[in-house]
């Protein structure tokens, strides 16, 4: 029974280190790290997806701000305008 449940996993799972999202999730949980890869490739391959999406962030936000100074350099965290009614327009 033991050795059907393993096999039955291992089939499961076996192409999970293949997702980017669900490596990227494993690398940045402080719970897992670099311990939850069973090989030291994909572990390199999730330094380097991660090093990819930061630099297209910092692109994307280099981008948004081209052109415009702003006093707050955190755009992230701001609050839209709150209305009462979602359908109501400005």
């Known amino acids: 029974m033991r050795q059907e449940m393993l096999e039955s996993l291992t089939r499961r799972f076996a192409k999970v280190e293949e997702v980017k999202c669900a490596v990227l999730a494993c690398l940045l949980d402080p719970r897992y790290k ?13 330094k ?20 415009t100074q702003s006093d707050d350099s955190s755009t992230v965290f701001k609050k839209a305008p709150y209305r009462r009614n979602p359908e109501e327009t400005e």
């Open 48 to 67: 380097v997806w991660l090093e990819e999406e930061t630099e297209t962030l910092e692109q994307d936000n280099n981008a948004q701000g081209e052109g």
């Open 34 to 46: 670099a311990h939850a890869f069973s090989s030291d490739t994909t572990l390199l391959n999730a």
